[in-house]
């Protein structure tokens, strides 16, 4: 007897980046029914869920929305035939991940590198002549609100406390890391002409006041957007 057992779709384990999960046609939950509402009702939003929810994967879905709009790997998806967009933005994407240093010196550098990065990435070549000359984090930003407002930016901040939560057993660094992390949130906060900003991280430990307020609206408890990230118990098959 022929086995009509269905083939599942493999897990898209230690795979976060939207392009890769579509191109190798694996399984995922459609979560993009909420993405119009986020993207029009909100402009700066804050998102707090633990490891491996999606918040990564989300924020690559949104910066191919936002780049290149709805493209073919979207199709079948929610979205697909709503996304409101009509035109595409420069997308700054970075990770948290990404930036380390052993003393707030190298940590400043190595986020001054993820910005320039990334700002080099969406379209923006001059930042290299940006971090030549500055000869600080917060020279460094300054210039970079020259590119702030010449352009209406989409701006993607993941695991925004990774830094600090790497560090919690030492006080000394964990201290200079959160002043720089002031330094750099006090400057997103101030940015006006952008289209949408989005920071993730895991917990709300106190720190996070450093994001959350009046113009950066905490969505984490919000039942509207209780289902935007995380696996529903459904299996999809190929």
Known sequence: MADITPELKVLPTGISDWDDI???DLFFVDK????????????KV??????????????????????????????????YHSWPEQRTYPVISISFI?????????FEKSLINEL?????????????QFKREAESLDNFLTKLDAISDENRLVLLIDEWDHPLTSK????????????VLKQFYSWLRRIEHVRFVLITGITHYYAAELIIGHDI???????AYASLLAQTPVMLYA
């Open 22 to 24: 579509r191109y190798y």
């Open 32 to 43: 993009t029914e909420k993405l119009k509402s986020l993207v029009q009702n909100k402009r």
């Open 46 to 79: 804050f998102l707090a869920r633990p490891h491996r929810m999606g918040k990564t994967t989300l924020c690559s879905m949104l910066a191919e929305l936002f780049t290149k709009g709805v493209t073919d790997d979207f199709r079948d998806t929610a979205i």
């Open 98 to 106: 990404s930036v380390t240093g052993h003393d707030v010196a190298s």
């Open 116 to 128: 320039a990065d990334a700002y080099r990435i969406a379209g923006f070549p001059e930042v290299d």
């Open 168 to 179: 919690l057993d030492s006080g000394a660094i964990f201290n200079d890391i959160l002043a």
């Open 217 to 223: 609206r905490d969505i984490s408890r919000d039942p």
